[in-house]
């Protein structure tokens, strides 16, 4: 009985000590200005998009296209929640938001990733975020073999764990 209460007690102080590491592994952090939600992240080897156009005649024309990444390389598409919780003129830059893996190397979001739209899902805009709060996704080429990778923004004040 006093080894099962033990080991409680240190599983207790383990989980509570583990929760103020940083970066933050709960899928949400903030900053002065602003709060991130990681709602979910997922790796695929390829998309397919869907294109529906309805024909002058009336019928349906459905394309599919195949988006691939370059060799060796995966789609990391995340699904986020940005909101601004802070009083100022700052903007949420994509020229600053990045995935960084273990090794250091950061990724940032394709340049062009309008084709989340044809997946059917709704897609963060590419343009700075300034106020409001703004849910969607955004993708980023990542190597197939990377790990230990993290959501940073904000000049490094927000930082999410990505298990993906």
């Not at 933050?24 to 990681?38: F, I």
């Not at 979001?109 to 059917?120: G, P």
């Not at 106020?131 to 000049?155: A, M, N, Q």
Request: with cysteine.
């Amino acid at each position: 009985m006093k080894k099962i209460f033990l080991l409680m007690i240190i599983s207790l102080l383990l989980l509570s000590s583990c929760s103020q590491g940083s970066p933050q592994a709960s899928g949400a952090s903030e900053s002065d200005m602003w709060r991130v939600d990681l709602i979910s992240a997922e790796r695929f080897d390829n998309l397919t998009a869907v294109m529906e156009a309805v024909q002058y005649d009336g019928d349906l024309s459905r394309t599919e296209q195949d988006i691939e990444p370059k060799d060796g390389y995966v789609f990391l598409l995340l699904n986020l929640s940005i909101e601004k919780i802070g009083t100022g003129k700052a903007s949420f830059s994509w020229s600053d938001a990045h995935i960084e893996d273990k090794n250091g190397n950061s990724f940032y979001r394709l340049e062009n990733d309008t084709f989340i739209s044809n997946l059917k899902l709704p897609r963060l805009k590419g343009t700075d975020i300034v106020l409001g709060t703004e849910t969607g996704f955004v993708c980023f080429e990542i190597p197939k073999d990377s790990g230990g990778l993290r959501f940073v923004s904000d000049e490094g004040n927000i930082i999410i764990k990505i298990n993906a």
